[in-house]
């Protein structure tokens, strides 16, 4: 089973960046969609993007479009989340996750549909 390690959360002001960063131990996450989503206090978890083993990917969040982008480096084993332009909406836990295949647009973004979750990163934007 791929266990997933998550880092790079902080705080920062709004209008700042972050990248956040999530490791996996084992090879067969190479072949796994490894997802991002957040979670704020009081509210259900939500799908920020999911990228597929070849790169593709997709944004779940119209609000995160064109602030936020998802990468992967097979060769190290990480999946990336750059974050710019951080509002105070963006604030909250951090996972990542993967499913048990590479079909990401499958998932529809329910986290259910992911198998293997790190413990998460915190991430909080505030003046």
């Known amino acids: 089973q791929v266990r997933l390690m998550e880092s790079g959360g902080d705080s920062v002001q709004p209008g700042g960046a972050l990248t956040l960063s999530c490791v996996a131990s084992e090879d067969q996450f190479k072949d796994s969609c490894i997802g991002w989503f957040r979670q704020a206090p009081g509210k259900a978890r939500e799908a920020v993007a999911s990228?597929?083993?070849?790169?593709?990917?997709?944004y779940w969040l119209d609000s995160v479009r064109g602030r936020f982008t998802i990468a992967r480096d097979n060769a190290q084993i990480t999946v990336t989340l750059q974050m710019t332009g951080l509002k105070s909406e963006d604030s909250g836990m951090y996972y990542c996750?993967?499913?048990?295949?590479?079909?990401?647009?499958?998932?529809?973004?329910?986290?259910?549909?992911?198998?293997?979750w790190g413990a998460g990163t915190q991430v909080t934007v505030s003046s």
């Open positions: 996750a993967a499913k048990s295949d590479k079909n990401c647009y499958a998932s529809e973004g329910r986290p259910e549909a992911f198998s293997t």
């Open positions: 990228i597929y083993p070849l790169g593709a990917h997709i």
